[in-house]
């Protein structure tokens, strides 16, 4: 929806060009306005200022010379409430909003505070942040069901309050050092504040390297948690307080004590799937869909069309917007299935071809856009998917992240699964789940693989473990692996458990699906379009799906299988029961060919002290050529004066 900037000090007045300036490094993520809020904390005086592009008319914050010390800057993409009337910042009863993101359940809330009687200037879920907060206080993000990432002053308290959605699907990266606490929806606008130094952090480096996680690669800079809030008291410095707000449960026992069934659950979980789908399709510009050939996104994509059968939706359009990736590699090109959905629905699809020259024209606006480093060439071609929708003129776009996660859609969690059997003693179930491997995306020989993963992982000497890492941390240098002992045994040790339901929610909550989400919203909102994920942060879904046994999850060798059997009759049958889909994809190794005959001098000089000698023909064959490719340019960029473009 939009990109934030705040700033506060102890007191020392903060320089207005340079608030204006970072803000605008943001313009990618809210072309529509910009606001201001300035603001003196002693005194309680607020100045509302404007910008070039603002929809208002007001004092110019290159005008503005008064002594505050704090800074709410905002740049708005304008998706609910398109009217000069939700321009940010937003103020409400003496507080003030700037905010990132949509509350879904908006309208229901509304209705219920105008029965409160609670009154409304606007048709926005800006609006209602704010009068939910004035009758909720913090415990209003309890109330909302979307994503966000916002900051609101309580001029009445002189406190600050920001809060992050529950699932982590909007960013909030913040500093704070000798200029105070700054924060933003982007790393790039907090590197351009010159007292932020740009200090690599190494461990992150390693863990990057040895094993694709992603950490904080920034010393300086750290991101709110998901499900957190942070105050800061102006009254009394600037301390920050961090409070967890939502813990997700895994409660199998709950519904297996009301007699839930696999029947039944399939029922409730389409039911929680078409309402996630519907609340995402409230905008008031086009809403268009990211389209693979998986049943994840199919299942968005019929959905939509089963709604726009039964009324007409002017967001959506007669004939709805799709858009794919696809690929001349029949191996990893899922056009034909995504025709297959294209034709039952008669959407209007729209192709991209991306290919390695056009990876290499693109690198250095693809690493600027995601900020650091990132695991594979995939996320390319979800930038040229969003480029593509952009150029249609969509500013919302559905897909089906999390969904992987949610219903344990990877093969590694079939390790989890029959590691679950044999520590209840269910021998006669691991028998027969065995037998139906057939319907499963992996060989049983991998399923092995897997459990032992899952069991052992802990009880593997720390020597042994780096055979999971692809032989990657034998090409690194034994300086750099000495300098973080003990790291790989404890990244190995948290991606795998022997119960099912805690390995997803170890992928959602804190390593894969946090990764993907991240790399959506940067590649979003590079090109203005906010994306929505109807599987990553519905609260009903999620708590109900997480209630379910495993054996709902997977079953008779299908993955998914409670969510196949939940979209019946809605997806196309060959969609619903595949067992071949292919992740989203590139022909990643044709491409690391082309980028390292062009950068192979750049890419060795830069990450030279994190690998042994010689070894660099060896790592363009192995799974780590893209991690090398991918951080000596970003160290290249980091190096630069200034992150401003």
């Given at each position: 929806?939009c ?17 204006s300036?970072?803000?605008n ?13 300035a ?10 200022l ?27 993409l ?10 940010q ?9 700037i ?19 609670y ?66 929806s ?9 007292d ?5 952090n190494?461990?992150?480096v ?14 300086e ?50 039911e ?15 809403v ?9 996104s ?41 025709k ?49 929708a952009?150029?249609?003129g ?5 897909d ?66 780096n ?8 090409l ?15 990244l ?39 994306s929505?994920v109807?599987?990553?942060d519905?609260?009903?879904l999620?708590?109900?799906?997480f ?26 049958e ?56 991918n ?15």
């Amino acid at each position: 929806m939009c990109g934030i900037f705040g700033i506060v000090t102890n007191g020392a007045a903060v320089n207005p060009l340079l608030v204006s300036q970072l803000t605008n490094i943001l313009k990618h993520r809210g072309p529509d306005d910009e606001g201001y809020l300035a603001l003196n904390s002693k005194t309680g005086t607020v100045y509302d200022l404007i910008g070039d592009d603002s929809v208002i008319e007001g004092r110019h914050i290159s005008s503005f010379n008064e002594p505050v010390n704090m800074f709410l800057g905002h740049r708005r993409l304008a998706i609910l409430d398109l009217s000069p009337a939700a321009h940010q910042p937003m103020s409400y009863l003496n507080r003030y909003l700037i905010y990132n993101g949509e509350i879904y359940n908006y309208i229901e809330l509304r209705n219920d505070l105008l029965a409160a009687g609670y009154e409304f200037t606007s048709n926005s879920d800006s609006e209602v942040i704010l009068a939910s907060y004035d009758r909720w206080k913090d415990h209003c993000i309890d109330k909302f069901n979307g994503m966000w990432a916002f900051a609101i002053y309580d001029r009445t308290a002189n406190r600050l309050f920001c809060s992050r959605d529950r699932f982590g699907v909007k960013p909030f990266y913040y500093a704070t050092g000798k200029f105070g606490f700054a924060f933003a929806s982007e790393i790039k606008a907090l590197l351009a504040h010159p007292d932020i130094n740009r200090t690599v952090n190494e461990a992150a480096v390693y863990d990057y390297l040895a094993t694709g996680n992603e950490g904080q690669f920034l010393t300086e800079i750290e991101e709110l948690p998901p499900a957190h809030s942070l105050t800061i008291d102006l009254q009394s410095g600037l301390k920050l307080k961090l409070r967890k707000y939502y813990t997700l449960s895994v409660n199998p026992a709950l519904n297996a004590s009301e007699g839930v069934t696999a029947d039944s659950a399939a029922l409730k979980v389409r039911e929680l799937i078409l309402n996630s789908v519907a609340l995402r399709l409230r905008s008031d510009v086009t809403v268009g869909t990211c389209l693979s050939g998986g049943i994840d996104s199919t299942s968005i994509v019929c959905a939509i069309d089963s709604f726009i059968k039964k009324e007409n939706m002017l967001q959506v359009g007669i004939r709805q917007k799709t858009f794919t990736a696809s690929y001349k590699d029949a191996a990893i090109d899922e056009s034909r299935w995504a025709k297959i959905v294209t034709s039952q629905t008669n959407t209007q699809w729209h192709q991209t071809y991306p290919s390695a020259d056009e990876l290499l024209g693109d690198l250095d606006n693809l690493i600027y856009t995601q900020d650091i480093p990132f695991r594979s060439t995939s996320i390319y071609a979800q930038y040229r998917v969003m480029k593509l929708a952009h150029e249609h003129g969509v500013k919302v776009l559905l897909d089906g992240q999390g969904a992987d996660e949610l219903f344990a859609g990877y093969p590694m969690f079939y390790g989890a699964f029959f590691s679950n059997m044999l520590n209840e003693g269910n021998l006669r179930r691991f028998a027969a789940e065995l037998a139906h491997m057939g319907n499963a995306p992996l060989s049983a020989a991998s399923v092995l693989m897997y459990m032992l993963k899952s069991s052992l992982m802990k009880s593997i000497p720390n020597s042994l473990k780096n055979i999971f890492t692809g032989g990657l941390n034998n090409l690194l240098s034994e300086k750099f692996k000495n300098a973080h002992k003990g790291r790989l045994s404890a990244l190995l040790n948290g991606k795998y458990s022997g119960n099912l339901n805690t390995m997803l929610m170890q992928y959602m909550l804190k390593e894969n699906l946090q990764c993907l989400l991240k790399y959506e919203d940067r590649n979003s909102m590079r090109f203005s379009i906010e994306s929505r994920v109807p599987f990553a942060d519905d609260t009903p879904l999620i708590e109900y799906v997480f209630s379910l046994p495993g054996a709902f999850k997977i079953h008779n060798g299908w993955s998914k299988y409670v969510f196949r059997r939940a979209v019946s009759g809605l997806v196309p049958e060959a969609i619903q029961w595949r067992k071949d889909k292919v992740a989203f994809n590139t022909p990643e190794k044709l491409w690391i060919k082309e980028i390292y005959r062009y950068m192979r001098q750049s890419i060795e000089h830069e990450t030279a002290g994190y690998f042994k000698p010689a070894v660099f023909g060896e790592l363009m064959n192995s799974g780590g050529a893209w991690r090398a490719i991918n951080l000596s340019m970003w160290l290249s960029a980091l190096k630069k004066p200034s992150a401003i473009r």
